[in-house]
């Protein structure tokens, strides 16, 4: 699979921070962990509150994460 190039993470980003319903902030923040992770769906939607957090604090103490597919697979970094 081919991964996201950096202005599609940017849209992507955009388009979940404008969600509407109140749903914005929760929206924003799943994209932003999927993407940071490199998690699937299946993976993080697998995941109970307390592993979501030890997922999260594990990767901020990671090298920056890559633009492809899962994580690890790019050398363009993803945060900024």
């Not at 404008?18 to 929760?26: D, M, N, Q, T, W």
């Not at 924003?28 to 490199?38: C, E, K, M």
């Not at 690890?72 to 970094?77: E, G, I, L, T």
Request: contains cysteine; proline residues 8%; glycine residues 6%.
């Amino acid at each position: 699979p081919r991964g996201l190039k950096e202005p599609e993470v940017h849209a992507l980003l955009r388009i979940a921070g404008e969600s509407k319903y109140g749903h914005a902030r929760r929206n924003y923040a799943l994209v932003q962990f999927l993407l940071q992770t490199g998690l699937r769906i299946s993976e993080a939607a697998a995941l109970c509150p307390s592993e979501r957090m030890l997922v999260w604090k594990a990767r901020a103490l990671a090298p920056a994460p890559r633009l492809v597919g899962r994580a690890k697979d790019s050398n363009q970094p993803l945060a900024h």
